[in-house]
């Protein structure tokens, strides 16, 4: 079904361009994937024109969702849950490595020579003139039948640095290998460090990439393996026993200092870092009580890698589960009427009951109150 909508979204896009007067274009993904037998998930097209004017034309046609980004000259039509990404065909000056580059208006062949692979810089035609014409000036098709990841110009990565993570990903998802001379320019990279200049945000957008991947954890032994992000062997095996929930795990065994991380975030990368400790912790503890404590004080990313890593522990978990649903049988306001004043006292009383009922060592309301009075 969703195949349908996408080509029938798909379809109705190349219609109108066809129709139009504009120099249109499906661009990179689309036609690397195509040409791979894949079926294309990104519909990127590109013109010689206002991409935005033509974004707002097509969309009376398709009646979706439209997003302007007036900055970028680009424009994102959502429709049925696809999206096509319509921007004015442009070339780029980059003023400094890593740091975004200078844009303006350019023909087809000058935005496909800003692209970051040669897989990735081809375009075909949807325009009447020139209808399923290919472009493709850096010969990526060949290397595409060679099974090759390469860049376009030796200055690539340091350009844009956030490609050399790129490269890995595409390289793992096609089961590809580095071209010669991109492979050493890769390990260059690693020798300037040329990574450490991409700024916190550029770097977990990449990392995030990474693990949606099918298979991450070969990512990440092969970016350890580079130098980019060295990591021990139980820490790779670890990610790949975790694979796609390992990207918490991979953070917190790398320098996150620089990181844009939520503060939900920081503590799950935290408790990730201490999770040996916390293993053993649960491995001892015997009685219900500090099962659920230990984990409910976790984040559930955590608590699902720790099921991951230790079935062992399948046991426990159940009997977590179980608790959870208990309620306390006391509040605040009950101590309040058995006389107690109110302060920091009240928490740790309540704890302490609690802690007994999951223990069973306190089954009623009766039992808990009792057991307070005689304390009081």
């Known amino acids: ?29 689309y036609v ?15 013109l010689e024109g206002d991409a935005i004017k033509a974004a707002r034309q097509l969309n009376r046609n398709l009646k979706g969702d439209l997003q302007i980004y007036q900055v970028f000259g680009t424009a994102t039509i959502t429709v049925n849950n696809e999206r096509i990404d319509l921007a004015t065909a442009r070339g780029e000056q980059y003023p400094n490595s890593a740091r975004l580059p200078h844009v303006f208006p350019a023909t087809i062949i000058h935005d496909l020579n800003r692209r970051d692979f040669t897989i990735n810089a081809m375009a075909m035609s949807v325009s009447h003139h020139t209808f399923g014409e290919i472009f493709d000036p850096f ?29 890995f990903r595409y390289k793992n998802r096609f089961d590809f290998k580095f071209e010669e001379k991109t492979r050493q320019f890769i390990n260059e990279a690693v020798q300037i460090k040329l990574i450490d200049r991409l700024t916190g945000k550029r770097i977990l957008n990449e990392i995030n990439l990474i693990f949606d991947e099918n298979d991450p ?59 040996d400790v916390i293993m053993k912790k649960l491995s001892k503890t015997q009685t219900k009580s500090s099962i659920f404590h230990i984990l409910n004080d976790l984040e559930e990313p955590v608590r699902k890698a720790i099921v991951i890593l230790q079935p062992k522990f399948e046991l426990k978990f159940k009997i977590y589960r179980r608790l959870q649903k208990i309620k306390p049988f006391i509040n605040g306001q009950d101590l309040k009427k058995i006389g107690l004043n109110e302060g920091p006292q009240f928490k740790k009383i309540l704890s302490r009951i609690f802690d007994q009922q999951l223990d069973g060592k306190i089954k009623t309301r009766k039992q808990a109150l009792d057991q307070i009075r005689l304390k009081a």
């Open 1 to 29: 079904m969703v195949k349908k909508q996408k080509k029938s979204v798909l379809n109705r896009a190349i219609d109108f361009f066809f129709k139009s007067d504009y120099h249109t274009y499906l661009v990179g993904g």
């Open 32 to 46: 690397r994937d195509n040409a791979m037998g894949i079926e294309p998930v990104d519909l990127d097209i590109v």
């Open 217 to 275: 954890g070969k990512i990440v032994r092969e970016l350890s393996m580079y130098k980019f992000y060295p990591l021990s062997t139980k820490s790779i095996r670890i990610i790949e026993r975790l694979s796609r929930d390992g990207r918490y795990y991979f953070v917190a065994n790398i320098d996150y200092s620089k990181l844009p991380l939520s503060r939900s975030e920081k503590a799950i990368v935290q408790h990730f870092h201490k999770l």
């Open 139 to 167: 010969n990526g098709l060949e290397d595409i039948r060679k099974g090759l990841i390469k860049v376009l110009h030796r200055n690539s990565f340091v350009d844009d640095p956030s490609r050399l993570l790129r490269a």
